[in-house]
């Protein structure tokens, strides 16, 4: 069964602070991982990484995906009140399928 | 990216009412998805909406509770009807982008609670 494991759960940190969120999955035939940022409602995109060891990088917020170890970390620096939100690490259902199976989400609290 | 906005964008209901949620997308998509958001959870895959066919249900999920219309590529439809208060959740439909797999926007969402 596809599964896709967020940690930590939740993290509250100070503005200014570097913080590292984790994604670990299990899936039959990779083909991508994809960062929301979910504040409100709705999940924005944030990246769709598809190959090892190629760091995405958009402002201060960066992704990488190690398809050996099989997961993928979102690092945020310099953090805003405005980066308070929940992290959504997601990946296309295997067997070809468009699905996409959701981690838990991290809720990020950024503190003044 | 494509352009995504639902109606209404929060509902509260009766139970054993029917609430249409409304999904339209400023481009044509190959793929619309239906997701529920239940409160403290992450999203759950409802359905596949098939343009010009039935949709695609997820285990758990059923067409008698959650009809869905897909009659053109910009647009669907999600139906939760004989609402109880354990179907108060956000609602979300996305859309992936021809030529952009695996892509997947979400609009921002309905907020439905069922008294």
Redesign the interface.
């Known amino acids: 069964e596809d599964k896709v494991v967020q940690s930590p759960l939740s993290l509250v940190v100070h503005e200014g602070d570097t913080v590292t969120l984790n994604c670990s999955y299990e899936v039959t035939n990779f083909r991508s991982l994809l960062w929301y940022k979910q504040e409100k409602k709705a999940p924005t995109f944030l990246f769709m990484l598809t190959s090892s060891g190629i760091e995405k990088k958009s402002g201060r917020l960066s992704s990488i995906l190690d398809k050996k170890e099989l997961f993928s970390i979102l690092n945020i620096t310099a953090t805003q009140t405005g980066d308070s939100a929940i992290y959504l690490c997601a990946l296309p259902k295997g067997g070809g399928s468009e699905k996409l199976v959701f981690g838990k989400g991290t809720k990020l609290t950024v503190n003044p | 990216?494509a352009v995504i906005s639902q109606k209404p964008s929060r509902d509260i209901c009766q139970r054993g009412t029917s609430l249409t949620i409304q999904c339209q997308v400023d481009s044509q998509v190959t793929?619309m998805?239906w997701y529920r958001q239940q409160p403290g959870?992450?999203?759950?895959?409802i359905a596949?909406a098939n343009q010009g066919s039935e949709a695609t249900y997820?285990s758990g999920f059923v067409i008698d509770k959650f009809p869905i219309s897909r009659p053109n590529l910009t647009f669907s439809t999600l139906t939760v009807s004989n609402m109880s208060p354990e179907d108060s959740s956000?609602y979300?439909c996305?859309a992936?982008k021809q030529g952009l797999?695996?892509?997947?926007?979400?609009?921002?969402?309905t907020?439905l609670l069922v008294l």
Do not use: A, K
């Open positions: 990216s793929m998805f959870q992450s999203l759950t895959l596949t997820e956000i979300l996305s992936e797999q695996e892509t997947q926007y979400f609009g921002p969402g907020r």
